[in-house]
């Protein structure tokens, strides 16, 4: 059996605000949607629970996010899930 192949978005990489900075992470496998995953600086991983047709509308949710709840909300784990 063959593993999937991982895509994952140019639209991924580090991301700062008020001197916390975070790894977000877009990526597919396969042909599937796109998933979103915020890494902050321990390690933790926060992964929203939608899909995204998109690489730009998971970017998107995530700037939305940032916008709404700051890094410190989303790095404890209060990911808003409306769009």
Do not use: C
Not at 11 to 24: A, D, K, P, R, Y
Not at 51 to 79: K, P
């Amino acid at each position: 059996m063959t593993d999937p192949t991982i895509i994952t978005s140019p639209l991924s990489g580090s991301f700062s605000e008020g001197g916390i900075t975070v790894n977000v992470q877009i990526y597919r496998l396969g042909d599937t949607k796109w998933s979103l995953e915020v890494i902050d600086s321990d390690g933790t991983s926060i992964v929203w629970d939608d899909l995204f047709d998109t690489d730009d509308a998971a970017r998107t949710e995530f700037q939305r996010s940032v916008a709404e709840e700051g890094l410190v909300g989303i790095t404890a784990g209060s990911i808003p899930t409306r769009h």
